[in-house]
């Protein structure tokens, strides 16, 4: 599904929670869900990704039964009212959401620990054959923004992101299924980030598709002195642009509209390069 990707992909945000950073308890009930979801799918998302645990930096680990409680019932409204066939993602690290989640006819796997939180959900993902999203992430939501240290980010997030591809493989997952996140602001210093994304190419070299997840996000803020996160859409649509001119496949983005914008005039651009043998 996500391993033959032609154009760049908008994968829309929707917290089932009381507490993420930027839109918790707005959604957590399944009519506010779904209309989200219209107003997503209108804007031209490709795929719908459904968390029911915060990770915010600080956040506290929810129960699997909690996030099943949240997320299961979404997804079947999702598909009994709004729509059989768009993909739909779920953001969780326990085999148990996953596993239920994709029984209740969600697409893909995305998790942040890449395997690390729960090694049954590398089981899940190789019988189901389901695309999976491993991201690089030092420490945990808990306490990854407590100290974390690079010597080399882009590099030492490389070869964290192999040794996740090695243990996915080592499961029975295809390299097919596998989806790479570098981990913006997850367990990384403001300008680790920034490095980050100035070598997103470097990422993109391990030649599986890639995805970017800086949507709102705190080191935006920093540098745009700005700690509204609903003020930092331009700013995401930026790194969005330099994203795709990167090679990136993949946006994780709260506001759809904005995005799609931006990655159809960087694809346009980007086009017209490869036209011109640039």
């Not at 391993?3 to 992909?9: Q, T």
């Not at 890449?114 to 389901?130: C, F, M, T």
Request: hydrophobic residues 40%.
């Amino acid at each position: 599904m996500l391993d033959k990707i032609d154009k760049p992909l908008i994968m829309g945000i929707l917290n089932v929670t009381p507490d993420s950073f930027s839109d918790g308890g707005r959604y957590n009930n399944i009519e506010n869900a779904l209309q989200r979801c219209r107003t997503m799918i209108d804007e031209g998302v490709d795929i719908i990704d459904i968390g029911g645990e915060s990770t915010r930096p600080g956040s506290e680990s929810v129960t699997g039964e909690q996030q099943i409680k949240r997320v299961v019932p979404v997804i079947a409204a999702i598909r009994s009212e709004l729509s059989t066939d768009i993909p739909i993602s779920i953001d969780t690290t326990l085999s148990e959401v996953a596993e239920a989640a994709l029984n209740a006819d969600a697409n893909i796997i995305n998790d942040i620990s890449a395997g690390q939180g729960d090694q049954k959900l590398l089981n899940v993902a190789a019988e189901s054959r389901a695309p999976i999203i491993l991201m690089h992430m030092q420490g945990t939501p808990k306490n990854m923004q407590d100290d974390p240290y690079y010597d080399d980010v882009v590099a030492e997030v490389i070869n964290g992101l192999q040794q996740r591809i090695e243990d996915a493989l080592a499961a029975g997952i295809g390299m097919e299924q596998i989806v790479l996140d570098p981990g913006i602001g997850f367990g990384k210093r403001k300008q680790d980030n920034i490095d980050l994304i100035a070598h997103l190419e470097r990422i993109v070299a391990m030649e599986l598709p890639v995805l970017l997840g800086t949507s709102r996000k705190r080191f935006m803020g920093s540098i745009c002195d700005q700690s509204n996160p609903e003020e930092l859409v331009a700013a995401t649509a930026v790194t969005t642009a330099i994203g795709l001119m990167s090679g990136v496949k993949i946006f994780r983005v709260h506001d759809i509209k904005e995005n799609r914008q931006a990655v159809d005039v960087a694809w346009a651009v980007k086009q017209a390069k490869l036209n011109l043998g640039l």
